[in-house]
């Protein structure tokens, strides 16, 4: 792969209309500035991250992180072009590497569009319906692939989705991203037919051609059936990621007494050179407020990660380039960051996605999504019925529940499940059980 070819503008759905002029605005710019505008994008500020909301005390939610790792991506990015600006004598390489920062700043705001409410138990509550509940009784009418794509169910693959999908009155090309933004989400660029043991894929079987479009004209290797390597602009995007949600997830336990003072500041201060930890802690002395005193050192923490992957990225660029699979970037980092970060993990897996009021989404979560999923399924497969033909106005028209066959069909009612925000599953889960009326 080489800069020139994987740094594309053109739009997906749009191109015919390309246009190779210069604008104040670039098409990478544009593709920012569209996501900030759009419906998908605010219905984040109502998607659980971890914690439960919303609460009396500020927790991130699916926006917040997004606007965050957008900010760290945009960072991370600049120091990475810095670096590697002194490589390239050639002025048009030059050029697209000037615009990798406004790539990899689009490609974060979009990275969890896809994610359904109630955090990741939500992507797990989808899958289940399919292999262990009324979902089950599918499967014979189903493709193998189709089958996979359900009983898989990712965020990641649904988010490419939502960005190309052409849903019902819209455009050709969905959002008509560029097609370098659209190829610097997709972490795992294989179909459901080639899920590992971690059951991760970028794409559905609807989507795939809209995928192998984008590589073809990138110049992205397929190297199986199916299977491609990453554009390398995705371990920004994913180092940005890890980054904001480990480092984050930390700080928000803090702020809602599941780790004390003491123990933030063990874990944050392991990040420095021994010789720059007296230095953050006077700078800490400074501070009363032990929110701020987090806060000090998450911000610092960042900078070094941001600084250890660009390090990271630069030192393997003929690797990336090359196709070879690495590892994620944080992983890579001087062992004192790469430790430091694995202890943070280490501490969220065993005090934090385990807490209480967590697990209490988790299941609340679970069963108003498997109900929803129920009675939406039901409705678009048996319209004919009286409460279907109720329910089913209640569909938004962009989806297409009258689409000619049943794996559309399904994925309408995952398109709609997918996009609702925590509050609004709720309020239509009490609806449809009759506790909750229009006030008269």
Known sequence: ????????????????????????????????????????????????????????????????????????????????????????????????LASIPDIVAAACLCHDLGNPPFGHSGEMTISTWFSEGAGLQLKGSLTPQQWADFVNFEGNANSFRQLTHQFCGRRKGGFAMTYSTLASIVKYPWSS????????????????????????????????????????????????????YQIMDIEDAHRLGILSIGEVKELLLAFFRPADIDKRVRAMSYLDDPNEQVGYLRSNVIGELVMGCADVFVDNEGRLLAGEKLSPLVQLTDPRLSEAYGRCAKVARERIYDAPDVVDVDIAGNRILTYLMDVLMEAVLNPEKNFSKLLLLKMPRQYDIHAESLYER??????????????????LFRKLNGHSLPAV
Request: aromatic fraction near 10%; glycine fraction near 6%; charge should be negative.
């Open 1 to 96: 792969m080489n800069w020139a070819t994987l740094i594309c503008d053109k739009r997906l759905g749009m191109e015919e209309f390309h246009d190779p002029r210069v604008h104040i605005r670039s098409d990478f710019q544009r593709d920012y500035d569209r996501m900030i505008f759009s419906s998908p994008f605010r219905r984040l500020q109502n998607k659980t991250q971890v914690f439960p909301l919303p609460g009396s005390v500020f927790v991130h939610n699916r926006l917040t992180h997004s606007l965050e790792v957008s900010s760290v991506g945009r960072s991370l990015s600049r120091e990475v072009v810095a670096r590697l600006s002194g490589r390239y004598a050639d002025g048009d390489v030059a050029e697209s």
């Open 193 to 244: 037919l080639n899920v590992g043991s971690k059951r991760k894929f970028g794409f559905f079987a609807s989507e795939e051609a809209d995928y192998r479009k984008v590589a073809t004209e990138l110049g992205i290797p397929e190297i199986a059936d199916g299977v491609f390597v990453r554009h390398p602009l995705v371990y920004l995007t994913e180092a940005a990621d890890d980054i904001c």
């Open 410 to 427: 399904l994925q309408s009612v995952l398109d709609h499940v997918s996009g609702m925000t925590d509050v609004y599953a709720l309020d």
